[in-house]
């Protein structure tokens, strides 16, 4: 197993290392483009997986494999029926939840100080809706990326890069 900290070098090495303890909570993604970046993203950062939830597409979706670019052969995934279910499992499981969404109660991105070793799930919504209100009124925190622009929105996955970094970054690196 290669020591934490250290690159990995081959797709069979993401079972037997150490992981990020941040499982990323997929609600009713549309895109297929926007998933296969996701498992991108939790392979870069060696996350511990994806919950698919709802209508999110699951490999070996073709728009998932043309942008995971294989990382969806090795980053654990799970499907549930719906984020409730996920929600429930992964509590079960020892996590914590957070959802991405600009609510009347969302808590600005660079307040969030998740404490190191601490697990979370992250539970990010539908390209067009969003996290869903009770996927939201389930989650221990709503974060909100602040954004200064006209349209006060990101794509989700580019969004999902900026808050899985955020997290890794105060949990601790695997």
């Not at 150490?18 to 009713?28: G, K, S, Y």
């Not at 870069?44 to 490999?59: E, I, K, N, S, V």
């Not at 539908?126 to 006209?150: I, K, M």
Request: glycine share 8%; charged share 20%.
């Amino acid at each position: 197993m290669p020591p934490l900290g250290e690159r990995l070098e081959r797709p069979e090495d993401y079972a037997e290392s150490a992981v990020a303890p941040i499982v990323v909570l997929l609600e009713d993604i549309r895109s297929g483009v926007n998933v296969g970046s996701f498992f991108r993203t939790s392979d870069a950062l060696r996350l511990a997986g994806l919950a698919l939830c709802g209508y999110t597409a699951h490999p070996p979706h073709k728009d998932i494999l043309k942008t995971a670019l294989g990382a969806s052969d090795h980053v654990p995934w799970r499907a549930f029926q719906d984020a409730a279910a996920a929600i429930e499992t992964l509590r079960s499981e020892g996590y914590r939840i957070a959802a991405v969404e600009q609510t009347a109660g969302s808590v600005d991105l660079d307040t969030w100080h998740p404490e190191p070793g601490e697990r979370w799930a992250i539970a990010f919504g539908n390209e067009v809706r969003g996290v869903r209100p009770s996927t939201c009124d389930a989650a221990d925190v709503v974060l909100e990326l602040p954004q200064f622009g006209v349209k006060q929105s990101l794509n989700v996955s580019v969004c999902g890069g900026i808050v899985l970094w955020h997290a890794v970054h105060h949990i601790g690196r695997p």
